[in-house]
């Protein structure tokens, strides 16, 4: 099923191109030489032909240009806004704009077409410096039985979701996109997730290869939604998440898979019975990080490979404060829905090269417990380095051109994911370890027998074709132990031996790199 909605997701971006209209939206019709814009909704509403038909479909955002939508949009036909021009001059910025001045601003998107986000830079809900809270949802679409795409997008700032679908049937994915600062404004209310379906029937939602931060809430959040077939969240990094409500809650979904993300800090906040109001099944009781509300008959989920951990110091704000305790991690139903639960998630903890601090955000966490009418509670949303003195700067800066969520290549995690590869984002990371040059190939039936072992495990694989085949031991820290073979091979079924007598107990990992692709396996040394 995975593989099938990644053709479909590759078939849309392909077809779509290969009939779309573009044109070039030139970077200034409405601004000054000294502030250059575009008023953007203004632009693609009036683009039709003398017969009055939409003109064209694919609308290309001059890169390091600033554009604006000023109305509610209610579009029948098919969008794209896709970035052209140099990268080295920055995404086109696209955000929103009230032409009588003020931060009276209305909604986005109420459209009923397909529509795509394609390399821009997308700050949904900023209303000025001095502003309470951000916008709920502005980019709703209404149509049924359409797609939306969010690809290689930074997008930032609404207090209810990257998107909230108003229609039935829906496809969403965000994939390859930098998202931040989602949640109200230095208050304890609003959303942070990133798809929001309301009460509707979606058909899938993938969401891949994306790194998160300064979120005040759940990535989604399913519980009014009618159902959903399919739902994928992986190769995700996920960092200073605040968590009111835990992290991903399901309800009525077909399929879900969850795998190769990494969670660093999830739910700072932590759980309190006053946290769980909305999670329907353990309201007043206790709030997980994954849960899911009314089970589909049939339905199933897969969930492993993900490296889930707390630092220290989010430790030590548990510890040291009673109003909350560390979450759980798998509510009871997510559990059973799983064929080996213990498979669901490892962990190590491991830093990030360089991303926006957690202090601030671990000082949030308590002062929402403690002001719960948003006196005193420290802004979350983190703002770039050069707003340094301005009315933007409210303590918590960085340079964005400096961020870094990777790490050591050396951990484990950089090896650990279901293809051998990093766990977390990889479009913004270069991990040595990386498959991106090497796809993984689950036809070599790669496996360790006996496992757990003892005295000795056997390394079985399958070659279609002779080939080149290297298998080298890692432990759980990623430094090689052994090289057991390199050299070529014929085709047909092999097993290498690894003697483990003098080995430490604990985990270990086999990879095995040939002609035909990569896998790994995990080996537990009793």
Sequence with gaps: ?????????????????????????????????????????????????????????????????????????????????????????????????????????????????????????????????????????????????????????????????????????????????????????EKFQGNGRLVDTRDNFADSIVIRNNVTHNILDRLFIGFRQKGLNYFEYSQNTLFNHVGRHGLIQLKNTKESIIKDNLFMNPSIMGTAPSLTSEQINWAGVTNYLFSIDTMVAGASMEMSNNNIFWTQDVLDHYASFDSVTQPLILSPEVASMLANPADAYFTEVV??????????????????????????????????????????????????????????????????????????????????????????????????????????????????????VNITIFDYQGRVITNLINEKMGAGEHSVNWSTTNMTQGMYFANIQTEEGKMFSRIIIQ
């Design 1 to 185: 099923m995975k593989k099938l909605y990644f053709s479909i997701l590759s078939m849309l971006f392909i077809g779509f191109s290969m009939t779309a209209q573009s044109i070039v939206v030139p970077p200034n019709l409405n601004g000054t030489t000294a502030f250059p814009f575009t008023y953007l909704s203004d632009f693609i509403t009036a683009d039709t032909t003398a017969a009055g038909a939409q003109a064209h479909n694919v609308y290309l955002l001059e890169t390091g240009s600033l554009y604006f939508f000023t109305s509610t949009v209610r579009w029948t036909f098919d969008v794209a806004l896709k970035a052209t021009g140099d990268p080295v001059k920055g995404k086109p910025v696209v955000a929103r704009a009230n032409k009588a001045g003020g931060t009276d601003l209305v909604d986005m998107y109420r459209g009923f077409g397909n529509f795509t986000w394609d390399g821009v830079y997308l700050i949904m809900g900023e209303e000025g410096p001095m502003a309470a809270q951000y916008e709920t949802a502005p980019f709703r679409p209404e149509g049924d039985d359409k797609r939306f795409i969010f690809n290689d997008c930074i997008i930032e700032k609404c207090r209810q979701g990257t998107i909230r679908i108003e229609g039935e049937n829906t496809k969403t994915y965000i994939t390859n996109c930098w998202i931040r600062n989602f949640g109200d404004y």
């Design 351 to 468: 830093e990030l090269n360089n991303v926006p601090a957690r202090d601030r955000i671990i000082k949030y966490a308590r002062e929402a417990m403690m002001y719960k009418d948003s006196v005193g509670i420290t802004d979350i949303m983190v703002e770039d380095i050069s707003f340094a003195g301005s009315d933007y700067d409210k303590g918590y800066l960085f340079d964005m051109s400096k961020f870094d969520p990777c790490y050591p290549n050396e951990a484990l995690s950089a090896k650990s994911a279901s293809d051998g590869g990093a766990v977390g984002v990889r479009f913004l990371c270069d991990y040595v370890n990386s498959t991106n040059n090497q796809a993984f190939n689950p036809t070599l039936e790669f496996q360790a027998v006996p496992n757990p072992a003892r005295d000795y495990t056997s390394l079985k694989f399958v070659l279609s074709n002779e080939s080149d």
